[in-house]
């Protein structure tokens, strides 16, 4: 079983950045929010493990 990963680990994070700003270019509030949930949805799928998604839930709940 996996943990999950709160280290950078993302090659080229800024371009990956730049291309999320990108993406909600021109929508409005109400489909920048539809596509935040597409997107998750489909990186949730793409990783599958079911702890890691309840790890990540968790995590993301938190401020620093």
């Not at 280290?7 to 080229?12: L, S």
């Not at 793409?46 to 401020?63: C, D, W």
Request: charged share 25%.
């Amino acid at each position: 079983m996996s943990t999950l990963t709160l280290t950078p680990n993302i090659k080229g994070g800024d371009d990956f950045y730049e291309e999320l700003l990108n993406a909600h270019e021109g929508l409005s509030k109400e489909e920048s929010d539809a596509y935040n949930a597409r997107l998750i949805l489909l990186l949730a799928n793409h990783i599958g493990e079911r702890a890691i998604l309840s790890e990540a839930i968790t995590a993301a709940k938190r401020t620093k």
